[in-house]
């Protein structure tokens, strides 16, 4: 799971009759020039502000959380949202995912918030009312676009409930409650109405698994005893060091952690466990290619290690509990349970964090913000980024993933349609190295089911600007007048495209007619995976199909 990197510094500044919002740009964020250059195009000074007037009326009201909304969504857009609606400014002024919308909404509150704890303003009844309507924003996304889970009554919750006592005993506060939910084995509930702001997990440090309590306490892996040995491994890494330990951690009826490790799945199913008929079933994925090459590694890994270390010091890494299968064990947890975390030295680390790990994801989350230690508590916290009802469970952003990696690391695939499942396109990008497209990609131009996009007009089709730009460069300057030539070049582009979008179809094959539910857990994933590709596959296909009889429709107006 993903650090939360925010890259904004809110601000304000306050006459007596007026407040200005200052949204910053900061110039840490990778993507400063472009959201600078987005900013700026649609005419906003890259370091002004959105004024507020004290006495003011609804509409300027409305106005000013309109104009502080447009400046967040920009600071707010990822590379791939960037790439996707970075040169659409209309576009970029609407929705753009829950997760970015969530985000955009919580920069503006925390304007307000700061404007109104700092106490300098003397009537407060305008920041008021623009706070309520920013939360209500919050609250009706959530209502849109939140997952509903039913919880599996009959499941009991014996462990989960041992692990939240031996917390509590050790300093852990949480307002959730562990339950078995439907389709992603256990998850966190709500216990009573939470708001935004309130710390739904609070773990102090002291139950974090991380290198730091690893190493630097004497646990019973007597590791100290084992640097040496470890350090003749050229290159081992902390993370290496981790899945040794969780191995035989695991194991050992007098852990710190063993409450913690009697939680644990006895297998993982993710990507990495697909036998051979799932991996099978992927034919025609970029899928099957990139989860033989991470078990490779893995494999290649393992094998670095391995039999060196238990035939050398069997003591310390019996070869039972250092097995394959084992050590695949260990990759899966780590893989799918860890959270970056952001420590008080200002180091981030990769930890296990017990009670934490039973939060599952959503494409719209209700924790947004965590990753970082508070050093006045010395503890992670987990606040609400939108209100979670009492019964509900209470959701958390592994970060921004494809459905592949959230497949392959996590082995599920999300309810919801995910804005970052994009298929990556083998195209030659030599030929746009002296583009300067708002939007583009680093290095590679990519494409996303066209149902997340509004504008599927004549010069959009519901594709990446920045795609259709790179096809239409070799073809003359880029024109987006309606002139018979520049419509003749775009008909030949969607020609081209649908053309590679076929073919990658056919490469998909047909939908399977098996039935699903008697196949394996992985051969199953495999094929909800396929069908996902077909479905964006058919979107492009069918959206190019759509823009051509737009061009054909405008070709004949212009020859008439
Ligand atoms: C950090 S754990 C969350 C707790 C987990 N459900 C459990 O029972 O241990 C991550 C794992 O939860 C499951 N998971 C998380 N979010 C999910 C979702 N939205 N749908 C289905 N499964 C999910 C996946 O198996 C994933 O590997």
Redesign the pocket.
């Known amino acids: 799971m993903e650090v939360n990197q925010a890259y904004i510094s809110p601000n304000t500044a306050e006459t007596d009759d007026e407040i200005s919002f200052v949204l910053d740009l900061s110039e840490n964020d990778p993507l400063f020039q472009k959201k600078k250059k987005l900013l700026e195009d649609v005419g906003f000074d890259p370091k002004g502000s959105v004024a507020l007037n004290i006495a003011s009326n609804p509409d300027h009201l409305k106005h000013v959380l309109d104009m502080m909304l447009k400046r967040a969504r920009i600071i707010n857009l990822n590379e791939i949202e960037l790439y996707f609606g970075g040169a659409d400014f209309a576009n970029l002024v609407g929705f753009n995912s829950p997760r970015h919308e969530l985000e955009a909404l919580h920069s503006v509150l925390r304007l307000i918030d700061c404007s109104i704890s700092n106490g300098k303003v003397k009537n407060k009844n305008s920041l008021q009312e623009i706070r309520n309507a920013t939360v209500n924003m919050i609250d009706e996304l959530g209502h849109k676009y939140g997952e509903e889970t039913k919880v599996v009554q009959d499941s009991s919750c014996e462990k989960e409930e041992c692990l939240l006592q031996w917390g509590k005993s050790n300093g852990l506060h949480t307002k959730l409650e562990i339950a078995y939910v439907e389709?992603?084995?256990?998850?966190a509930i709500a216990k009573e109405d939470l708001k935004i702001g309130d710390i739904a997990l609070e773990v102090p440090v002291s139950l974090v698994i991380s290198e730091n309590l690893v190493f630097e306490t004497g646990m019973s892996f007597v590791l100290l005893r084992q640097f040496p040995i470890l350090e003749k491994i050229e290159g081992i890494s902390s993370e290496t060091m981790l899945l040794l330990w969780s191995m035989k951690e695991k194991h050992n009826s007098d852990s710190n952690f063993k409450l913690y490790f009697d939680t644990l799945?006895a297998v993982?199913?993710?990507g990495l466990s697909f036998g051979v008929n799932a991996i099978m079933a992927l034919d025609g994925t970029i899928l099957l290619e990139e989860i033989v090459q991470a078990k490779e590694h893995l494999r290649n890994q393992y094998e670095q290690l391995f039999p060196v270390l238990y035939e050398n010091y069997p003591d310390v890494f019996p070869p039972e509990l250092y097995t394959w299968e084992q050590f695949l064990w260990a990759c899966e947890l780590w893989y799918?349970?860890s959270m970056k975390i952001m420590f008080s030295d200002g180091k981030l680390r990769t930890c296990l964090i017990p009670v934490a790990?039973?939060?599952?994801?959503?494409t719209c989350p209700h924790i947004t913000h965590y990753g970082k230690v508070d050093p006045l508590t010395d503890s992670v916290k987990f606040p609400l980024s939108r209100p979670c009802n009492a019964g509900e469970q209470c959701f958390l952003t592994y970060g921004n993933f494809s459905s592949s990696h959230l497949l392959t690391f996590?082995?599920?695939l999300?309810?919801q349609k995910n804005p970052y499942d994009v298929i990556l396109l083998d195209i030659d990008i030599a030929q746009d190295e002296d583009c300067e497209d708002a939007g583009r990609m680093s290095d590679s131009h990519m494409v996303r089911g066209t149902w997340f996009s509004r504008n599927n007009g004549i010069f959009n089709y519901g594709l990446a600007p920045p795609l259709l730009d790179h096809f239409r460069r070799p073809r003359g300057p880029i024109s987006r007048t309606k002139t018979h030539d520049s419509l003749e070049i775009e008909v030949e582009i969607l020609n081209d495209l649908r053309s590679t979008f076929e073919d990658m179809m056919e490469s998909l094959g047909g939908e399977e007619l098996d039935d699903r539910d008697s196949c394996s857990w992985d051969v199953k994933l495999a094929m909800d995976f396929k069908d996902l590709q077909r479905r964006i596959v058919s979107s492009i296909i069918t959206s190019c199909d759509a823009g051509c009889k737009l061009l054909e429709y405008e070709l004949s107006r212009c020859s008439e």
């Open positions: 389709g992603a084995g256990r998850g799945p993982f199913n993710t799918s349970n790990g039973f939060l599952n994801h959503s996590y082995g599920f999300p309810r």
